[in-house]
């Protein structure tokens, strides 16, 4: 039975019917930066999304958003009894910008297109498709035994790409309805295309600027050079203070003072695949002594997203007043966000710079840090279940490297975090070219239903 439903779960992909629902999720312009899309993103919930769960038996409802102007959250649900485990699935329907008339070969960002094993349409991984294939692989289970043995709730946002706001609210306001025993994810790119993975939280990430601001307007450098203070040197110095020259972070209380051997351990065993196009892997970048693993799930970057003083377009001879760099801190669970910025400040006023001012940057709501502990038992159930379908074990990844909304289901639900992405590193999501293996989604059907098999068939964490 159980491969039965891995295969019937698989010939959704063989015989067209996913990519016919994924090109339907696609068509909607689901730009949630954009506030003339709201109807969109409702009608995403409404109209096609909510009418495929519904038709396998999922009571639907839409939950509105506790900010004002946000988008809606599809909650769908097929409770089939109080003693059973209940998994609460995730996923975002909303996309980020679709960037028409960038992309090669004049592709719509808003229709499916295939070329060989690759499938383009914006959100066909970022993260319609993905979540389709957690809806599709339950259609599959429920079409082989008739039921899924487990109770399902399944959750889709549409304000993921702007920091969920809101979800915590809408979490918390329907806190028994969105109850379950365990998190389970589908987002984010892969380390390798030839072995599944988890991924048991995320990174935070803490943005500011750096300013040096002297004076107001600038001077003749022939008449001012050499005798007025320069903020674009004073800033350059403050920038070096943070990192060494081979980039080990300096400031005290910006790095983990322990990684627990949990932690340690999953790094170790992680695998890697280096792909095309993909730049390598600096070894002498970073924390000496950590391996590549660790530096990316285990520890703490910061990176320089813009330095700016003058006019670089047009620069002209004179001393500028004012520098601003902006800087981004991504961290695990194991260094708050809180204490980010008053470390930095007590580091840069020691290294003599009190004239460099912090300016806390918030673009997006942003995501606090989260990490499931490898070692707990329902990522050692769902891993077996990967293994056995895959035929090699999966790769655990402690925490993403970027962000995602771990935390807020954490803490608000109680719940373990486990997410188990179905794309990879070269799949330019965010950008022009988005797109999906279909080799990848359609293993993904197969590891996903076999995953939903179990649960609803052996012996589970529940509890």
């Known amino acids: 039975m159980r491969a039965e439903a891995v295969q019937a779960a698989q010939a959704l992909y063989d015989d067209g019917m996913f990519l016919r629902h994924l090109a339907a999720l696609v068509a909607v312009p689901t730009e949630s930066q954009m506030p003339e899309r709201a ?15 519904a038709e396998i038996g999922f009571t639907v409802e839409v939950l509105e958003n506790t900010e004002a102007g946000r988008g809606p959250v599809l909650l769908a649900s097929r409770i089939e009894g109080d003693d059973l485990p209940t998994v609460l699935i995730y996923g975002h329907g909303d996309v980020v910008r679709g960037m028409a008339g960038r992309w090669r070969d004049g592709v719509d960002p ?8 690759r499938i383009y349409g914006r959100g066909v991984v970022d993260n319609k498709g993905q979540h389709l294939v957690a809806l599709d692989a339950l259609r599959a289970v429920i079409a082989t035994q008739g039921r899924l043995g487990f109770n399902a709730k399944y959750l889709v946002e549409t304000g993921e790409e702007v920091g969920s706001p809101g979800l915590g609210g809408v979490l918390e306001a329907n806190l028994a309805a969105c109850a379950a025993d365990i998190f389970i ?4 790119p ?107 799930f285990a520890w703490t970057s910061v990176i320089v997203l813009s330095n700016l003083t003058g ?43 009190p004239n460099v001012r912090i300016d806390p940057v918030l673009e997006r709501d942003a995501f606090p840090p989260s990490r499931t502990d490898p070692a707990e038992p329902w990522v050692q159930f769902v891993a077996a279940s ?29 719940t373990p975090i486990i997410w188990i992405p179905h794309s990879y590193a070269g799949c330019e999501q965010h950008g022009p070219n988005e797109h999906g293996l279909g080799s990848l989604f359609r293993e993904g059907l197969g590891l996903m239903a076999g995953l939903w098999w179990d649960i609803g068939n052996r012996a589970t964490p529940k509890g």
């Open 39 to 53: 109807g969109d993103l409702r009608r995403y919930c409404t109209d096609v999304l909510g009418p495929m769960a």
């Open 110 to 117: 808003w229709a499916v297109t295939v070329k060989g094993d």
């Open 185 to 188: 994810g589908l987002d984010g």
């Open 190 to 296: 892969r380390q390798t295309t030839f072995m599944p993975e988890l991924k048991l939280g995320a990174r935070g990430g803490v943005a500011f600027d750096l300013v040096a601001d002297l004076r107001a307007g600038s001077h003749h450098s022939g008449h001012w050079g050499g005798v007025l203070s320069d903020p674009g040197f004073i800033l350059s110095h403050a920038l070096a203070s943070i990192v060494t020259a081979n980039g080990r972070i300096r400031v005290p209380g910006w790095v983990p003072a322990h990684v627990p051997n949990s932690v340690r351990e999953a790094c170790a065993n992680i695998v890697f695949e280096d792909l095309p196009d993909l730049p390598q892997a600096d070894p002498n970048w970073g924390e000496p002594g950590l391996g590549k693993a660790e530096k990316i």
């Open 311 to 353: 006019l670089p377009d047009a620069p002209v001879n004179a001393v500028a007043g004012t520098a601003k760099a902006r800087l981004q801190v991504r961290h695990t669970v194991d260094v708050p966000a809180a204490t980010i910025i008053p470390n930095l400040r007590k580091h840069l006023d020691a290294e003599g710079f």
């Open 386 to 414: 990967l293994q056995e379908t895959a035929g090699k074990a999966p790769n655990i990844i402690p925490n993403s490297s970027g962000s995602n909304p771990s935390e807020v289901f954490r803490q608000v639900l109680g």
